[in-house]
């Protein structure tokens, strides 16, 4: 799938899942896709880096209870089939320090 078509796909079908089931939990959804500076695409580990910000800890917790019913896993799965390697999906949380500059 070229990058174009993998970003349509994202932002057409795929987003609308996540959208469906974050409402209530998250309160940010953002997609931010890799584009490289000298233009020339190169083999990477990733094409987008998904970000969602929960409230506090215990909503996220419950978002994923709650992903991990089987009929919203299934979903997910088999739409994520369509875009990833699943073998390959990584999720962290993202411990965050800034500076004044």
Do not use: N, W
């Not at 409230?55 to 089939?81: C, L, V, Y």
């Amino acid at each position: 799938m070229s990058k174009a078509d993998f970003i349509d796909y994202y932002e057409a079908q795929h987003r609308k899942i996540g959208e469906r089931v974050l409402k209530g939990f998250a309160t940010r959804y953002i997609r931010r896709f890799i584009h490289p500076l000298d233009g020339e695409d190169q083999p990477c580990d990733f094409d987008v880096v998904m970000e969602i910000d929960f409230p506090d800890r215990a909503r996220m917790d419950a978002f994923f209870e709650s992903a991990s019913q089987p009929d919203i896993a299934a979903m997910i799965a088999e739409d994520e089939e369509k875009l990833f390697d699943r073998t390959r999906i990584r999720v962290f949380t993202v411990e965050e320090h800034s500076s004044e500059i």
